[in-house]
């Protein structure tokens, strides 16, 4: 007996080719779940101890963030002109702005691991280092991760027609992107301005 295909029935991989894409929106809504449970947890944890920063810490430094935030903020515009260049066909406008939001997001990790080295603390330094440590650092991971997959991204570009028809991987490494420069606004605020009032 021999199988045969019926041509009128969609394709399982082309009947719904939103639904990845609708995966990872859901994946990053988890995300946003575990991070505002980091979030809950820091600023219950500062408004009710008695000595939250540690002994001979004044405060944080907040050049080095501040210059980081700029630009993190600034990488969100040049991966969101990467995705115009991919939908117009413009492969070669796409490769130069995804190279520049890699840079972009490497120098924020380059950035974070200078600030991190300056610190008269540790991770071991009371309740503010464990979690100022916690939160940075589980929000560099992302970081990476992110830089990570735009250079598999990158990587496809060069495989011929291979972005003939659009990416959803293009699209859900730009959302990724944006998810990660949400949150680090959220910390920016929590962690070295709200310290400052």
């Known amino acids: 007996m021999t199988a045969t ?13 939103k639904h990845n894409l609708t995966g990872f929106i859901i994946f990053l809504c988890s995300e946003s779940v575990v991070f505002l449970t980091f979030f809950s ?3 219950i944890l500062k408004t009710s101890a008695l ?25 969100s515009g040049t991966i969101w002109l990467a995705e115009r260049c991919m939908a117009k ?9 995804w190279l520049v939001t890699m840079a972009l997001g490497a120098y924020f990790l380059y950035g974070q691991a200078v600030e991190w080295s300056g610190l008269q603390f540790g991770f071991t330094s009371g309740t503010f280092g464990g979690t100022f440590y916690l939160l940075t650092g589980f ?15 990158l990587v496809k570009s060069f495989i011929p027609q291979n972005y003939a028809g ?4 293009v699209q859900a490494t730009s959302l990724f992107w944006h998810f ?3 949150i680090w606004i ?3 605020v929590l962690i070295y301005v709200w310290q400052r009032t």
């Open 41 to 43: 947890g820091f600023a």
């Open 89 to 97: 066909g413009n492969l070669l406008g796409f490769r130069a702005f």
């Open 186 to 188: 959220i910390l920016f």
């Open 51 to 75: 000595n939250w920063l540690p002994a001979g810490v004044a405060g944080l430094e907040w050049r080095m963030p501040l210059i980081n935030t700029v630009v993190l903020v600034s990488s």
């Open 180 to 182: 990660v420069d949400v």
């Open 166 to 169: 659009g990416e959803q991987g």
């Open 139 to 153: 929000h560099g991971l992302h970081v990476a991760t992110g830089v990570f997959l735009m250079g598999l991204m």
């Open 5 to 17: 295909v019926d041509s009128n029935r969609p394709d399982s991989n082309t009947a719904h080719p």
